[in-house]
């Protein structure tokens, strides 16, 4: 058969339910999304950020950074990588901090961020609440205190950080949010619709399979089920809140069993975004070997610590204390 027909046979198939599936994934995301971002804007204008970061300043002192650091993080934990980001470019001045310093800041930072959002996805697709904030929190600390300990151990990057570019004034009257919330909610239809029309026309080529294929061993070494590599692939490269529509609704296919889903999610709370993220803490100073390789071998360690711990728990106690029940899974069929 002629390709051209081929391809016009695969999108006449496609297109009637295309945009029907599309709309579910953004409709479950901004759910999510949209009630969370208004509660966080108003605890920013209640002055919830500076009574927070005192909290973790004597957490500060494990990761050997200046206690004024908590309040980056604290905006970082709340709102998103922008908001800790601009903190930081306006308490950095103020401080003589190093390489080093700025690199485990980054790496907590890529760890732990948009918790409000992130967490409340993760918890969507079937991990229960406290383990998934406990993962995210948990895993940024001890990253942080490892990356710590290995740069005072070998006095590495002990120089002065240099900053290389200054962010433009941001707009922080409520227009000025509401017009960047839009934007931001605009790009997540746009990815989202890319994405979805991608993954049919990979299933299609049947490329998705070669996919499964090269990161089998990887899979095999976390052991996570090979029917999860879809939903790693999409949160390693999109990232929870971009990707979160879709991780929803490829946890709740039924595709994949419990525990691979659970497993993946947890590799997805350590190690997500990777392109994006990866870059804007460059923009900080970070070392790209800690923020990149660094994360992703602490993340692909914890998890295949934690499945093998997971392996020796009994159903019971996975159902009790780690699976959330998925009571509001889609009722139309997941198409191939």
Request: hydrophobic share 55%; with cysteine; aromatic share 8%.
């Amino acid at each position: 058969m002629h390709p051209h027909l081929s391809l016009r046979s695969f999108i006449t198939a496609t297109l009637p339910d295309l945009g029907r599936e599309i709309y579910c994934v953004c409709a479950t995301l901004f759910k999510l999304m949209i009630p969370i971002i208004i509660l966080v804007k108003i605890l920013e204008e209640l002055g919830a950020i500076p009574l927070l970061s005192r909290l973790l300043e004597p957490l500060m002192t494990l990761v050997g950074l200046p206690e004024s650091m908590g309040l980056v993080l604290t905006a970082n934990l709340l709102s998103n990588m922008y908001a800790g980001m601009l903190l930081f470019y306006q308490l950095a001045p103020e401080q003589t901090l190093t390489v080093a310093q700025v690199t485990v800041l980054c790496g907590m930072m890529l760890i732990a961020h948009s918790l409000p959002v992130e967490v409340r996805i993760v918890q969507k697709a079937g991990v229960r609440l406290p383990v998934a904030l406990g993962i995210r929190l948990g895993g940024a600390l001890l990253f942080g205190i490892l990356l710590h300990q290995l740069y005072s151990w070998g006095g590495w990057l002990q120089q002065p950080v240099t900053l290389a570019w200054t962010p433009p004034p941001v707009d922080n009257s409520w227009h000025g949010w509401l017009l960047g919330q839009l934007q931001s909610l605009v790009v997540i239809v746009l990815i989202i619709s890319t994405l979805i029309s991608l993954l049919r026309l990979l299933r299609w080529l049947h490329i998705e399979r070669l996919m499964i294929w090269l990161l089998r061993p990887v899979m095999r070494l976390l052991r996570i089920g090979e029917q999860a590599t879809s939903l790693t692939i999409i949160g390693i490269t999109l990232g929870l809140a971009f990707g979160g529509g879709l991780l929803i609704r490829e946890a709740q296919s039924g595709r994949i069993s419990r525990r691979d889903v659970f497993a993946a999610l947890c590799l997805l709370s350590l190690c997500h975004s990777l392109i994006e993220d990866t870059l804007l803490v460059l923009l900080l100073g970070a070392d790209l070997a800690a923020v990149l390789w660094g994360r992703l071998l602490f993340s692909l360690v914890f998890v295949a610590l934690m499945t093998r711990w997971l392996d020796r728990t009994s159903p019971a106690f996975q159902q009790r204390y780690l699976f959330r029940p998925l009571h509001d899974a889609p009722r139309e069929p997941v198409h191939a």
